[in-house]
């Protein structure tokens, strides 16, 4: 499933950038703003039809063009490649192509190139609101459980139908009593698969943590959204008078979260920033493992790696990504790249990105 070539046209400062990338590592180092982060995002846009940087499509399409475009080509394990690409309009349409042929959806495309990011802004994963940490278990959940998506979007449907109601108001009890089995069977199952999900989480989680620092304990804990002890429908029931009040839906798994905790309290609360990004990067990388022992492999990208991270850190996370066989791109503005030490075996390429061109510095560097 690696990118055994990427083509980018019109993202950001990106004209044109075409090249081979390793089926492992893949150094990009160059000056700010010369373009590294623009490739990351590219290869994300691709996977999720969406950047990581912003939400309006328009602030990553290159000033005075119409469209920007990625495509790839992806490795399958019986050595023929799928060509993937996805074009991106000014006015919003979006265009996903498998084959040559149009897909239905950018979903298609995040089956087939599941993609980790580890960056600075990865820290929102802790310090960012629930809504974070609930994508963060529903892109586990939905690579693992093939039922996810439909019921987790027929769940949203139902959830926004209902807040509509209750905000409109002259909704009586019983009314609403009769809307709520679809909500109730469907975040149910939404709810199954997201426990599931941590509970397979945890103990890789725990294992990654612990290959990155042991002097830190750190524990999951996955919060539904309504009392434990209670069944959906129950909660539903005995907030139903009290959603009336409101005008929405105050209770069930759109309240869902992820508590990150030490000993003594939040983890946001009692660790440093780089212990905050070793935990981060764990929860990613724990995440990546998971996948991996399906049999799908996935990318890896790691954003501006030196950052808050000692070399000592860096070096064991840069180990930690080698050992998982995947590919991984990783962009430094730092030429000096004495803490990324690889094993002899390891086919690093290490790109330099100078004002939107990039090109190959070295490649298989052990080999050659
Ligand atoms: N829509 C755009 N069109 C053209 N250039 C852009 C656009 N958005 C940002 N840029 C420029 O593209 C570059 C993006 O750099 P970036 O990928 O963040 O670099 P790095 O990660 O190497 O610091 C910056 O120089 C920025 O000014
Ligand atoms: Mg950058």
Known sequence: MPLVRLDISHVRNLSSV????????NLIVGKNGSGKTSVLEAIHLLSFGRSFRSHKHKTYIQHDNEACLIFAQLAQADGRTTRVGLQRQRDGQIDVRIQGQRAQSVIELAERLPVQLINPDAFRLLEGSPSIRRQFIDW??????HEFISAWRGWQKALKQRNTLLRRGKISASLLSAFDQELIRLGEQVNL???AYVEKLTPQFHRVLSLLTDALKVDLHFFQGWDAQKTLSMAVEAGRERDIELGYTHTGPQRADLRVKTATGDALDTLSRGQQKLVVSALKIAQGQLLIDMGRPLVFLVDDLPAE?????????????????SQIFITSVEPDTTDFTWADSTDVRQFVMQQGELSLLSKGLQES
Request: glycine share 2%.
């Open 18 to 25: 075409r090249f081979e990338p390793s089926p492992q590592v």
């Open 140 to 145: 586990g959940a939905f690579h693992f459980d």
């Open 193 to 195: 698969s997201r426990k």
């Open 309 to 325: 991270l000692d070399s000592q850190h860096r070096q064991k996370l840069c180990q930690l990504l080698e050992s998982l066989n």
